[in-house]
């Protein structure tokens, strides 16, 4: 059993739970608003994104047999502790119910056309390990667009079908509050993306992968990592003070454990060498987004 936790990601599955249940329970609620998903839509909605997410962990696993042999040997499950055709069947089944549940809560909320989001992004996740995964920066911002997708889905839902002439305005401001976090989850997760190609280098190398790592080297693709690690510290800097700047206890969050950490990996990156210092940058990213998804819980406060 540890072992198919282990091959899901448990511990990211989790975060992506959390997120999107802090976006209903937190934020959505703190405006008092209509919404369109009853509690058990909302579980079946979260339901259906960690199945097809979990999916798209397992058949990862699979193409990167190979080169998880080199890069992380002691944690290659695929082949060891469970078999590739065992493997290959619960991706098939867990893609299945993720797009069912999908479609199920697409069609009772009247919406049926929301459910090709669901197969959208389970063909993106296949197309990601087989192929994406192995292009220039391609793959990185693929998976990067559907960690957005992951918070995007829940306005999807939620707001959008309860939009009315009278309500537009403050139900559209919502949603970019919301998207603004996308927009967080995607500068970080791609930052992370990046340092895990540095970190594989080895192993990616071998496979004759094309990652940013390889075609330009380690020190330059470090250097790339360093400036774009300016993007998100700006953009949070920026929507503190565009949406936070009355509500001082939420500033200081905010400036202490996002700000704060942010500046900690913009200076430890710049002059990032061997392999434990990436491995010790990504797990910083990890508790960057951690905290980012636990600043949901200050909006009951920040908004009454």
Do not use: C
């Amino acid at each position: 059993m540890i072992n198919i936790l282990n091959l899901i990601r448990w511990k990211n599955l989790l975060l992506i739970a959390l997120v999107q249940i802090l976006i209903k329970y937190a934020l959505f609620e703190s405006f008092n608003i209509v919404l369109t998903l009853s509690n058990f839509q909302f579980t079946l909605l979260v339901l259906a994104t960690l199945f097809i997410a979990a999916a798209g962990n397992i058949i990862n696993d699979i193409y990167d047999i190979e080169t998880d042999l080199v890069n992380k040997p002691n944690k290659v499950i695929v082949g060891k502790s469970i078999t590739e055709k065992a493997a290959l069947n619960l991706f098939i089944v867990l893609n299945v119910l993720g797009v069912g549940l999908g479609f199920y809560v697409s069609n009772t909320i009247d919406r049926s056309g929301f459910a090709v989001i669901f197969v959208i992004i389970s063909a993106l996740l296949y197309l990601y390990s087989s192929y994406f995964k192995q292009t220039l920066l391609l793959g990185n911002i693929v998976i990067s667009m559907l960690v957005a997708l992951s918070i995007l889905i829940v306005p999807v839902f939620d707001l959008i079908p309860s939009i009315t002439t009278s309500n537009r305005e403050l139900y559209l401001d919502i949603f970019v509050i919301t998207f603004n976090y996308a927009v967080f989850a995607f500068m970080i997760n791609l930052l992370r993306e990046i340092i895990k190609d540095i970190e594989d280098v080895n192993g990616d190398y071998k496979a004759q992968m094309k990652t940013l790592p390889i075609l330009i080297g380690r020190d330059r693709a470090t250097l790339f990592v360093f400036g774009l690690s300016f993007l998100p510290l700006i953009a949070v800097v920026h929507y503190i003070v565009s949406y936070l700047y009355n509500t001082i206890e939420a500033v200081i969050y905010f400036l202490v454990f996002v700000v704060g950490p942010m500046l900690y990996f913009t200076i430890k990156v710049f002059s990032a060498e061997q392999k434990k210092e990436y491995q010790h940058l990504s797990a910083i990213l990890k508790v960057i987004m951690l905290f980012g998804v636990l600043s949901l819980l200050l909006y009951p406060f920040v908004f009454n």
